[in-house]
């Protein structure tokens, strides 16, 4: 019995680790992949947030080859890359990039400007008519990149 349990969890747990490239296409049970997934949502915000997301995602994945999306926690876009590099959500008056491990990254442009208080989190609230510094969040997202590889390594 105890066999059989660890067997489902082991399942459920590689299933879960599954990550979905930006070149993935969709599956034969008509699945969309995750890129997929993050276009239409692009599309349905269909104002400033959506055009806000898609300037982000660019930027994103300019920064490494090897960046992936994914479509977590029922409707959430994920960049990786050895790990989570940042999150993009979207709320009626900012777009919400939270980077996983912003807390240890270096942000000498000051673009966090949400959730400062925790330990390990930060984000940056990108409001109606906003623009963000290209060149600054590319920079975070490559710190954030080289943070998730030497985390790896060290385990």
Not at 113 to 121: F, H, I, P, Q, V
């Amino acid at each position: 019995m105890k066999t059989a349990k660890k067997t489902v969890k082991k399942a459920a747990k590689a299933k879960q680790s599954t990550k979905v490239s930006t070149q993935a296409k969709s599956s034969s049970a008509g699945e969309k992949s995750a890129s997929q997934l993050i276009d239409a949502r692009i599309r349905e915000l269909g104002d400033w947030r959506g055009e806000t997301l898609s300037r982000m995602r660019e930027l994103i994945l300019s920064v490494d080859p090897e960046m992936i999306e994914e479509w977590k926690w029922m409707g959430t876009p994920v960049w990786s890359c050895h790990g989570i590099v940042c999150t993009g959500e979207s709320y009626k008056k900012a777009v919400k990039l939270t980077f996983a491990h912003g807390a240890k990254l270096a942000d000498p442009k000051g673009l966090f400007n949400s959730s400062l208080e925790g330990n390990t989190r930060r984000a940056i609230d990108i409001h109606e008519g906003e623009e963000l510094d290209a060149s600054a969040f590319k920079a975070l997202v490559k710190a954030a990149v080289a943070h998730n590889a030497s985390s790896k390594k060290k385990r």
